[in-house]
């Protein structure tokens, strides 16, 4: 009898008030400029970050989770008696969320060499919902009795399809963060172009360029459309709320169906993105 439990970071933007009974989200750390350290989810709302966003001359800074705090989530969960934990985190080619829970996983089967308990690390690739809406898909599926192999297998080809499409309406902190250099950001503010970014393995790139506000959301739905396999399964997720309205209403318009899941985005997207922007999740196939 398998018991299996989910863990994952802050990053994945699963909301807060979903009732999921075998994933532990661990929070990121945040600290902003005046010195002041929060974690997300517990000491600060979403909505709290964003107004902090609006004001701050300097990016806040978010640290990764720690080896020490997987380990002491491993040990924790083995004494409950989990057998198989599955760890999922952000992507790894920015953060080094996903080595710290290898560290971890390599340092406690050093020190409970007799230990029977499976641990999984699977890097996601990816961002926000798309990692965190196939794990609250992962969470019914253990309910299901599925076990642990076939659920890795299961997390792995949904992130290989995953792809977001994202925007945002101030280049400001693309150009703080390094997302976009300081001339192209330059550029694109002076001429009042909004660029719409793919997220997909990994990697970013610019897919296309926009000339103002109202062409924003057009243009990300058409790169949906162009690219998923299936435009009736989506989810949106964006850092302003009438933004994301806005998005929510031209989708069901267009598309003809409202979105499985509508998500305020976090810090890890937040912080890069700023706190005008929307994006859109979905599967575009291998």
Not at 260 to 280: Q, R
């Amino acid at each position: 009898m398998y018991n299996i439990k989910i863990i994952t970071d802050s990053g994945c933007d699963i909301p807060v008030k979903a009732k999921l009974k075998n994933v532990d989200i661990m929070g990121f750390y945040i600290t902003t400029e005046d010195g002041k350290s929060y974690e997300e989810r517990i000491d600060i709302s979403n909505k709290e970050y964003y107004k902090i966003l609006e004001n701050c001359d300097k990016i806040p800074s978010t640290a990764h989770i720690t080896m020490m705090r997987y380990g002491e989530k491993y040990e924790s969960l083995a004494r409950q008696g989990v057998t198989d934990i599955v760890v999922v985190t952000i992507n790894a080619g920015a953060s080094a969320t996903y080595n710290a829970a290898v560290m971890a996983k390599d340092l406690f089967y050093e020190e409970n060499p007799d230990s029977n308990v499976n641990i999984y690390v699977v890097d996601s690739v990816s961002y926000s919902v798309g990692y965190g809406w196939p794990v609250m898909q992962a969470d019914k599926m253990i309910d299901d009795g599925i076990s642990p192999d076939a659920l890795v297998t299961f997390l792995k080809d949904q992130f290989s399809k995953t792809e977001i499409v994202l925007a945002a309406y101030t280049l400001k902190f693309m150009k703080k963060s390094g997302r976009i250099s300081a001339a192209a950001a330059f550029a694109g503010e002076m001429m009042g172009l909004k660029p719409v970014v793919l997220m997909k393995n990994g990697e970013t790139k610019v897919l296309a360029k926009v000339r103002g506000d109202r062409l924003v959301i057009p243009a990300l739905i058409q790169q949906f459309k162009a690219r998923a396999t299936d435009t009736t399964h989506y989810v949106i997720g964006y850092t302003d709320e009438e933004y994301g309205k806005e998005l929510y209403s031209a989708c069901v318009k267009e598309l003809g169906v409202p979105p499985v899941l509508s998500v305020e985005l976090g810090s890890a997207v937040a912080t890069n993105a700023g706190n005008h922007s929307i994006g859109i999740m979905y599967y575009a196939g291998n």
